[in-house]
């Protein structure tokens, strides 16, 4: 039996293709609170400072591009981590990773690797918020 941490921690994820969002809920749910958000509009309007710790968002959301949407909601939210989600892994280089702190692949063919960059992600808002707050 896995022992969960008092804070669990809190994930938006922002996928349009409800077949990946299923499957990053069902991932993710049994160690983070997890909520969605079929499109980029929607997800930033809907931002309250300090809600989620993490936001994992598809590098083309309806109405923006991801890297749009994770500057928009790191603008509301500083220490707010955000992962992309693409299609193929993006080179360190690419500009439209600029926004992000991590990223992951889809389809998710390593599903540990997925929780282990998410993991990732938990501990870096903490380290952001702690460093900001304190």
């Not at 299923?22 to 991932?27: E, I, K, T």
């Not at 501990?123 to 707050?133: D, F, L, N, P």
């Given at each position: 039996?896995?022992?969960?941490?008092?804070?669990?921690?809190?994930?938006?994820i922002?996928?349009?293709?409800?077949i990946?969002?299923?499957?990053?809920?069902?991932?993710?749910?049994?160690?983070?609170?997890?909520?969605?958000?079929?499109?980029?509009?929607?997800a930033?309007?809907?931002l309250?400072?300090?809600?989620?710790?993490?936001?994992?968002?598809?590098?083309?959301?309806?109405?923006?591009?991801?890297?749009?949407?994770?500057?928009a909601?790191?603008?509301?939210d500083?220490?707010?981590?955000?992962?992309?989600?693409?299609?193929?892994e993006l080179?360190?280089?690419?500009?439209r990773?600029?926004?992000?702190?991590?990223?992951?692949?889809?389809?998710?063919?390593?599903?540990?690797?997925?929780?282990e960059?998410?993991?990732?992600?938990?501990?870096?808002?903490?380290?952001?918020?702690?460093?900001?707050?304190?």
């Amino acid at each position: 039996m896995k022992s969960h941490p008092l804070h669990r921690g809190k994930i938006l994820i922002v996928e349009g293709d409800p077949i990946f969002c299923d499957l990053l809920v069902r991932l993710l749910s049994e160690d983070y609170d997890v909520e969605t958000a079929s499109n980029g509009q929607d997800a930033v309007a809907g931002l309250m400072p300090g809600y989620y710790d993490a936001v994992l968002i598809d590098l083309e959301t309806a109405e923006a591009s991801g890297g749009q949407v994770a500057r928009a909601m790191k603008w509301i939210d500083l220490p707010l981590v955000a992962v992309l989600i693409a299609e193929s892994e993006l080179p360190e280089t690419d500009s439209r990773l600029n926004d992000f702190d991590f990223q992951i692949q889809k389809p998710f063919r390593n599903p540990t690797t997925v929780s282990e960059i998410v993991a990732l992600a938990m501990q870096t808002h903490e380290t952001r918020a702690i460093a900001m707050y304190s």
